[in-house]
């Protein structure tokens, strides 16, 4: 199982930014993805998360409204768009999988066996 995390980049504060998870080697549609954050000296941070239909969805308070997790089953990918960008959410983002994520679960970092490698998100003037 592999997981690709693509997107980052620099943008202004109130920018946007969307970002990909591609995934391979596994039955994708089978799989919860989420995303997580982490920034040096912080544990990793939840930010949103999608069911393996992708007809439920569960953001972060800080995300919501702002973000939006979707996917594309066809493309074996999911997208965060990230919209009205603030510096805040400066961090390294991580897309994370898993089979057998129960919902009471599924903002927990531990429980998602498989991880990308992370793609850098600054937002600064």
């Known amino acids: 199982v592999q997981l690709q995390a693509s997107g980052g980049g620099l943008v202004q504060p109130g920018g946007s930014l969307r970002l990909s998870c591609a995934a391979s080697?596994?039955?994708?549609?089978?799989?919860?993805i989420a995303w997580f954050r982490q920034v040096p000296g912080k544990e990793r941070e939840f930010v949103a998360t999608?069911?393996?239909?992708?007809?439920?969805?569960y953001y972060a308070d800080s995300v919501k409204g702002r973000f939006t997790i979707s996917r594309d089953n066809a493309k074996n990918t999911v997208f965060l768009q990230m919209n009205s960008l603030k510096p805040e959410d400066t961090a390294v983002y991580y897309c994370?999988?898993?089979?057998?994520?129960?919902?009471?679960?599924?903002?927990?970092?531990?429980?998602?066996?498989?991880w990308g490698q992370g793609t850098q998100v600054t937002v600064s003037s």
């Open positions: 994370a999988g898993d089979r057998g994520v129960i919902q009471s679960q599924m903002t927990f970092a531990d429980a998602y066996d498989y």
């Open positions: 080697g596994l039955t994708f549609s089978n799989y919860r």
């Open positions: 999608i069911a393996r239909r992708g007809g439920n969805t």
